[in-house]
Nanobody, 117 residues
Framework: QVQVVESGGGLVQPGGSLRLSCAAS????????MAWYRQVPGKQRELVAI???????NYGESVKGRFTISRDNAKNTVYLQMDSLKPEDTAVYYC???????????WGQGTQVTVSS
């Protein structure tokens, strides 16, 4: 069974940086996309960043220019470098991968990021 495990969350001051990691147990050839989402209580989960197996990336409007997604295929890991963090970035961050076979999305358990002074 494919598993996705996030790490790297925590408490950081406004303006600070944090890097999240997401390790997937799937065969990299079976992964279409690797992505980060976030969610705050009472709101819908929103896309933060996505990386396709063709190397294309896309970002949510609120994080463009501050966050960077990258993938290490050798380690089957995707990273989210978060810079210039703001209190409104506070959320639970989830990693999600889309598989070829079976055609499903697999989600991690989430990691809390809190931006506060």
């Amino acid at each position: 069974q494919v598993q996705v495990v996030e790490s790297g969350g925590g408490l950081v001051q406004p303006g600070g940086s944090l890097r999240l990691s997401c390790a997937a147990s799937a065969n990299p050839r079976n992964i279409i996309t690797m992505a980060w989402y976030r969610q705050v209580p009472g709101k819908q989960r929103e896309l933060v960043a996505i990386d396709t197996n063709s190397g294309r990336t896309n970002y949510g409007e609120s994080v463009k220019g501050r966050f960077t997604i990258s993938r290490d295929n050798a380690k089957n890991t995707v990273y989210l470098q978060m810079d210039s963090l703001k209190p409104e970035d506070t959320a639970v961050y989830y990693c999600s991968i889309r598989l070829v076979i079976p055609p499903v999305d697999v989600w991690g358990q989430g990691t809390q990021v809190t931006v506060s002074s």
